[in-house]
């Protein structure tokens, strides 16, 4: 019964700033990296940041390097994404992901929409 629930998405202004959570239930939260990736309409999934089971190393890509700071609460059995200075090429799906073996679990994804 593993189950990932992405929620915080919604619509912003440029400069605005949004926190998305994914609460995760199913497994042993605490062994497994996380990951945040976003899908734009018409273009492939890109892996946006992601977090060492225990929260020490974390690693994102540049278009958000500065902006974007993923976290986790292990005792919670979440992961977040807190975004700052959102500019209009941010807006995608976000999805949450668990590296589990042999197959990763994904999230439904939640939707990030950056417009003036």
């Known amino acids: 019964q593993v189950q990932l629930v992405e929620s915080g998405g919604g619509l912003v202004q440029p400069g605005g700033s949004l926190r998305l959570s994914c609460a995760a239930s199913?497994?042993?939260?605490?062994?497994?990296?996380m990951s945040w990736y976003r899908q734009a309409p018409g273009k492939e999934r890109d892996l946006v940041a992601t977090?060492?089971?225990?929260?020490?190393?974390?690693s994102y890509a540049d278009s958000v390097k500065g902006r974007f700071t993923i976290s986790r609460a292990n005792a919670k059995n979440t992961v977040y994404l807190q975004m700052n200075n959102l500019k209009p090429e941010d807006t995608a799906l976000y999805y949450c992901?668990?590296?589990?073996?042999?197959?990763?679990?994904w999230g439904q994804g939640t939707q990030v929409t950056v417009s003036s």
């Open positions: 992901k668990a590296y589990l073996v042999p197959i990763a679990a």
């Open positions: 199913g497994f042993t939260f605490s062994r497994y990296a």
């Open positions: 977090i060492t089971s225990s929260g020490v190393i974390t």
